[in-house]
């Protein structure tokens, strides 16, 4: 049956290379499914909703795009989903991190490396919140406290980018948290506005509303570099006036997470570029800058062995955290 | 004929098996409830323990005769069991070939089997029906709300 | 009165010839995925989110809430009619909606719930109007140990009703908890009883679960008793469409009290399902018909319908003030804001203005356009009912295939609502209760959750749900909520010991 539709397929391409720049290696034929590994709403759907839309609004492919939510177990039902679908060049996975993370931590029944990666397309940058009434001015305060008495952090999902961090700063600090694990971030953010837990590490898309409201404020962000001018958040600050936390004294100087795109297992090169090639031409438009600004995410283009290789590294450094807290599966 | 008392027994066995599968598996998720906070198994592992023992309590309750409808003694007369087959046998056969033939030509072969066969309807009227259920289907999912229904291998087959 | 004030503003944003007009095309949406099983507002609203880019906020927010409006009243169509619940909210409807409408009174039943749902849901909007600020301030207030004691509470008022065997009430709820539990852990992370099934990683759909246990099981029932729904009249009324709103006021108590435990449900976290639930379990208990419910009661409708309403429309402001999203419908919506620009949150109120009043005045202008034109559809919903039953199963089949599939486009969701569907058979015919199976299906995991994350927060002590005067109020009314029927039935036993209630007892 493979044969015979490629044969078709092949047909109907070669009918269809009139109308076709000649260099077009690889068209795709039939309406594409971009399956968002995260509930309506989430950071990841509203990825994939923004990249559909700008595609369609440029008509950058003749077939429609439609968006499927796959966020069941933490997203592994979309990747679960990918791997199923191997050879198959019409479905799109978008994730983050935990295509590779989740797999170490839990029995799952994919691994990254059943599927092919297409890019990684922007990062989300993490900061430390508190509520705004805390009387912790600087990250270092906090810390000081934090070594006294067992804070409670909040969290999205249990052993994920939120507790691997948390992780990280009881090391780096030398403190000891207790981590609450909670749906989302945007539950943290409440949880945390309304006194039931000390601090989160929140992206700040998740936490922006509840900082300009007054309800809780970042002490350091998890970057190198401060983050970008942009827009002043509150009446005097803004994303560039946070400090970063080495800063502050607490020697974590990069954590992001990722937004990752790709196409499932034993699809062919042709068939990946194309969607690199895709992803590129979204990245290159207004909206896309618009998008990134207004989720204050950090615009970034990996692919090929630079993505990999990014890959990799992370994988070390998470295979580090998760050993040393015993969360490797067996 | 089913007796309700082995049907009673057969719902019981089943609620039964299923109760010892939860028990079995959260035994792998670990179950604990210290100061570290309550293990993921230990609730599933509570509700397969209590599923287990009702189940036990419903199958002896059932093989006595005994219960809430202990003066009902058949469950199911053999015409109602043909009914029941009418209806059941080829709604899982429509959904058995769904993954080989596609949603729509499944969907209307189950329509005009189900209306002609037992001549419930005249073949005009079932063909009518049969061809105006995966149009529908097709306008309003694939069309209207963009929601792929499936093709099946023989679509695939044929490149679409 | 400075919310008139601004609400009078809103009017004036809302109440204009385009805006009116998006109403009509969102709700008349909204009723057609609402009305489809399998198909939510969560369809609608992303297939119209990329349209509304283009279009002012406000614009964009009242053609997505009005399709809000109309999809929470097209889902009561299917449960009243086929016992097939789209929404989870509208599981409660089905209890005295189906049998009224297998009764031949249809008409009745759709406009009774259209009624009261009008009703539940114009309260939910005042008190959106008037306690904004203090309604936000509440929801603030719940931690874990507080949505826990939400979950309980809602149980407890529900557990116990019915005539069921209480062995048998224990094991359909423990089944149902088992099922929740299937998938991914949120506290630990970890794989729960996948069985192997590497699929079920993503848990087990309610939708699925329903689709299967109440529209497949009800056919088989009805098939093998032969079922021929009794003859509607095959002429429009009309009149019975307004004699059953006109009685609605007859139920003055149940609806006000059927609203409060609604908008209370829908600002703290219990959402409109456990709302529909608990006021459905609590109407019984209180009512005089009370011993009737189950068997096509008015008020067996009005209870959980005024409830769901009044808890959908009251979650929106939670959604708005702080950016938590009460359902996946709500979810989208706030999707949509931020890529309009706008943050969800305390500022939303005091930087957006005209949005945030605009879309309070639109959420009444909308509902009165909704609640008009669902009545217009009862009658052709009603005149489903007379399509013979020979030629409406394999069609309720089909679209109970159509819609676990399309759940989450998952062929395995197709055959576990068929296994579903053998499970309510048998249930129902060896009078299992399916309702607190169901209930533990939808809320089992978020009450376990929010379990473990207070025990987290505790070190593993249960003091902490008596740790605040909040929370140790909720757990002693849930305690007191279950223990009432059984002390009822003591004092009863006392009194008259040999009367047993012998009536036939629906069990749902």
């Given at each position: 049956m493979k044969i015979t539709s490629k044969l078709l397929l092949s047909t109907a391409a070669f009918m269809l290379a009139g109308a076709l720049p000649a260099d077009a290696a690889w068209q795709p034929q039939k309406p594409i499914e971009f399956v968002a590994t995260a509930g309506p709403g989430g950071?990841?759907?509203?990825?994939?909703?923004?990249?559909?839309?700008?595609?369609?609004?440029?008509?950058?492919?003749?077939?429609?795009?439609?968006?499927?939510?796959?966020?069941?177990?933490?997203?592994?039902?979309?990747?679960?989903?990918?791997?199923?679908?191997?050879?198959?060049?019409?479905?799109?996975?978008?994730?983050?991190?935990?295509?590779?993370?989740?797999?170490?931590?839990?029995?799952?029944?994919?691994?990254?490396?059943?599927?092919?990666?297409?890019?990684?397309?922007?990062?989300?940058?993490?900061?430390?919140?508190?509520?705004?009434?805390?009387?912790?001015k600087t990250a270092s305060?906090?810390?000081?406290?934090?070594?006294?008495?067992?804070?409670?952090?909040?969290?999205?999902?249990?052993?994920?980018?939120?507790?691997?961090?948390?992780?990280?700063?009881?090391?780096?600090?030398?403190?000891?948290?207790?981590?609450?694990?909670?749906?989302?971030?945007?539950?943290?953010?409440?949880?945390?506005?309304?006194?039931?837990?000390?601090?989160?590490?929140?992206?700040?898309?998740?936490?922006?509303?509840?900082?300009?409201?007054?309800?809780?404020?970042?002490?350091?962000?998890?970057?190198?570099?401060?983050?970008?001018?942009?827009?002043?958040?509150?009446?005097?600050?803004?994303?560039?006036?946070?400090?970063?936390?080495?800063?502050?004294?607490?020697?974590?100087?990069?954590?992001?997470?990722?937004?990752?795109?790709?196409?499932?297992?034993?699809?062919?090169?042709?068939?990946?570029?194309?969607?690199?090639d895709l992803m590129k031409k979204v990245q290159a438009t207004p909206e896309w800058k618009e998008y990134i600004e207004k989720t204050s995410q950090v615009d970034t283009f990996l692919t090929g062995t630079a993505f990999d290789n990014f890959i990799k590294q992370d994988l070390e450094h998470v295979k580090q955290v998760a050993g040393e807290q015993g969360w490797l599966v067996k | 004929?089913?007796?309700?008392?082995?049907?009673?027994?057969?719902?019981?066995?089943?609620?039964?098996?299923?109760?010892?599968?939860?028990?079995?598996?959260?035994?792998?998720?670990?179950?604990?409830?210290?100061?570290?906070?309550?293990?993921?198994?230990?609730?599933?592992?509570?509700?397969?323990?209590?599923?287990?023992?009702?189940?036990?309590?419903?199958l002896g309750q059932g093989a006595l005769g005994r219960g809430t409808l202990a003066i009902v003694r058949v469950a199911v007369t053999p015409s109602e069991l043909r009914?029941?087959?009418?209806?059941?046998?080829?709604?899982?056969?429509?959904?058995?070939?769904?993954?080989?033939?596609?949603?729509?030509?499944?969907?209307?072969?189950?329509?005009?089997?189900?209306?002609?066969?037992?001549?419930?309807?005249?073949?005009?009227?079932?063909?009518?029906?049969?061809?105006?259920?995966?149009?529908?289907?097709?306008?309003?999912?694939?069309?209207?709300?963009?929601?792929?229904?499936?093709?099946?291998?023989?679509?695939?087959?044929?490149?679409? | 009165m400075e919310?008139?004030?601004?609400?009078?503003?809103?009017?004036?944003?809302?109440?204009?010839?385009?805006?009116?007009?998006?109403m009509v095309i969102g709700v008349l949406l909204g009723i057609l995925v609402g009305v489809l099983p399998g198909l939510g507002a969560p369809n609608g609203v992303s297939l119209l989110l990329p349209l509304t880019f283009g279009m002012q906020p406000v614009s964009a927010i009242i053609l997505l809430s009005s399709m809000y409006w109309g999809a929470l009243f097209g889902g009561s169509v299917t449960s009243i009619l086929f016992n097939i619940p789209g929404e989870p909210s509208s599981v409660a409807t089905t209890f005295d909606g189906y049998?009224?409408?297998?009764?031949?009174?249809?008409?009745?039943?759709?406009?009774?719930?259209?009624?009261?749902?009008?009703?539940?849901?114009?309260?939910?909007?005042?008190?959106?109007?008037?306690?904004?600020?203090?309604?936000?301030?509440?929801?603030?207030?719940?931690?874990?140990?507080?949505?826990?004691?939400?979950?309980?509470?809602?149980?407890?008022?529900?557990?116990?009703?019915?005539?069921?065997?209480?062995?048998?009430?224990?094991?359909?709820?423990?089944?149902?908890?088992?099922?929740?539990?299937?998938?991914?852990?949120t506290v630990s992370g970890s794989v729960r009883l996948t069985m192997g099934i590497d699929e079920l990683v993503k848990g087990v759909s309610f939708v699925v679960a329903v689709m299967g246990l109440f529209g497949i099981g009800e056919l088989l029932i009805a098939v093998e008793e032969e079922f021929s729904a009794r003859a509607v009249s095959s002429r429009v009324d009309w009149k019975e469409v307004f004699?059953?709103?006109?009685?609605?006021?007859?139920?003055?108590?149940?609806?006000?009290?059927?609203?409060?435990?609604?908008?209370?449900?829908?600002?703290?976290?219990?959402?409109?399902?456990?709302?529909?639930?608990?006021?459905?379990?609590?109407?019984?208990?209180?009512?005089?018909?009370?011993?009737?419910?189950?068997?096509?009661e008015a008020e067996g409708i009005v209870a959980p319908e005024t409830a769901d309403h009044a808890a959908g429309t009251s979650a929106l402001l939670p959604m708005l003030s702080l950016g938590i999203?009460?359902?996946?419908?709500?979810?989208?919506?706030?999707?949509?804001?931020?890529?309009?620009?706008?943050?969800?949150?305390?500022?939303?109120?005091?930087?957006?203005?005209?949005?945030?009043?605009?879309?309070?005045?639109?959420?009444?202008?909308?509902?009165?356009?909704?609640?008009?034109?669902?009545?217009?559809?009862?009658?052709?919903f009603a005149a489903l009912m007379r399509i013979p039953f020979a030629v409406i199963a394999p069609l309720i089949v089909i679209i109970c295939v159509v819609g676990a599939y399309s759940v989450s486009n998952s062929y395995l969701d197709v055959v576990l609502m068929l296994g579903f569907g053998v499970v309510g058979y048998l249930f129902k015919k060896l009078h299992y209760p399916l309702a607190p199976l169901v209930l533990a299906i939808v809320i089992g995991d978020k009450a376990e959750d929010a379990f473990r994350q207070a025990m987290l927060m505790s070190k593993g002590s249960l003091g902490i749900f008596f740790a605040n005067r909040l929370v140790t109020t909720l757990v002693l009314a849930g305690i007191a909520l279950l223990l009432l029927p059984l002390a009822l039935q003591i004092v009863r036993l006392l009194r008259k010991p040999d009367v047993s209630a012998q009536e036939k007892v629906r069990i749902i």
């Open positions: 950071g990841t759907d509203n990825l994939a909703r923004a990249v559909q839309s700008i595609i369609t609004k440029y008509k950058l492919t003749d077939q429609p795009v439609v968006v499927v939510n796959k966020g069941g177990g933490s997203g592994a039902e979309g990747y679960v989903y990918g791997k199923a679908s191997a050879g198959d060049p019409y479905k799109v996975i978008f994730g983050t991190s935990n295509a590779w993370q989740q797999p170490l931590v839990s029995k799952v029944a994919f691994n990254y490396t059943d599927l092919t990666p297409i890019a990684a397309m922007a990062q989300d940058e993490f900061l430390l919140w508190v509520k705004q009434d805390a009387p912790y305060d906090f810390l000081k406290a934090a070594a006294a008495t067992e804070f409670k952090m909040g969290g999205a999902q249990s052993k994920d980018t939120d507790e691997v961090l948390t992780r990280m700063i009881e090391k780096a600090a030398k403190v000891k948290f207790t981590y609450i694990p909670f749906k989302s971030g945007a539950e943290a953010a409440v949880q945390l506005a309304g006194g039931h837990i000390d601090a989160h590490v929140n992206n700040p898309s998740e936490s922006l509303g509840q900082w300009r409201g007054s309800t809780q404020r970042p002490l350091c962000a998890f970057s190198p570099k401060r983050l970008p001018q942009g827009p002043k958040v509150t009446t005097s600050e803004g994303w560039s006036d946070v400090p970063t936390c080495v800063e502050q004294g607490l020697a974590i100087s990069q954590y992001e997470q990722p937004r990752t795109v790709w196409l499932p297992g034993k699809v062919s090169p042709e068939q990946a570029a194309y969607y690199v | 004929m089913i007796s309700r008392r082995a049907l009673e027994i057969a719902a019981a066995v089943l609620t039964g098996i299923f109760g010892v599968v939860v028990v079995v598996s959260s035994l792998d998720n670990g179950i604990g409830w210290s100061s570290a906070g309550v293990d993921a198994g230990t609730f599933p592992f509570l509700t397969g323990i209590i599923i287990v023992l009702g189940s036990l309590y419903n009914r029941l087959a009418g209806l059941f046998v080829p709604a899982a056969i429509f959904v058995a070939v769904i993954p080989m033939v596609g949603m729509y030509l499944a969907s209307a072969a189950y329509v005009f089997a189900v209306l002609a066969l037992p001549r419930r309807r005249s073949v005009l009227s079932a063909l009518v029906i049969a061809a105006a259920t995966p149009l529908a289907l097709y306008v309003v999912f694939e069309r209207m709300f963009h929601v792929s229904l499936p093709h099946g291998a023989l679509a695939a087959a044929f490149g679409f | 919310n008139l004030e601004s609400l009078l503003h809103g009017f004036t944003i809302a109440v204009t010839v385009p805006h009116l007009t998006l049998p009224m409408a297998r009764d031949g009174r249809p008409t009745t039943a759709l406009a009774t719930a259209f009624g009261s749902a009008a009703f539940g849901a114009l309260v939910g909007v005042i008190l959106i109007t008037f306690l904004a600020s203090w309604v936000a301030q509440v929801a603030l207030a719940f931690g874990p140990p507080e949505y826990f004691a939400v979950y309980f509470l809602a149980f407890a008022s529900f557990v116990g009703m019915g005539g069921a065997a209480p062995i048998k009430t224990v094991v359909a709820l423990a089944i149902g908890f088992a099922i929740a539990a299937i998938g991914i852990d004699r059953a709103l006109g009685r609605l006021p007859h139920h003055g108590i149940a609806l006000l009290r059927s609203a409060a435990i609604g908008c209370w449900m829908g600002i703290t976290p219990g959402g409109p399902t456990a709302a529909s639930f608990m006021s459905y379990g609590i109407a019984k208990r209180f009512s005089r018909n009370g011993a009737r419910f189950g068997t096509g999203p009460g359902s996946a419908t709500a979810a989208v919506m706030m999707g949509g804001l931020m890529i309009w620009g706008l943050n969800p949150g305390p500022m939303l109120f005091v930087d957006q203005k005209d949005f945030v009043w605009g879309l309070i005045a639109s959420m009444y202008v909308g509902n009165i356009v909704a609640v008009a034109l669902v009545l217009l559809t009862v009658p052709v």
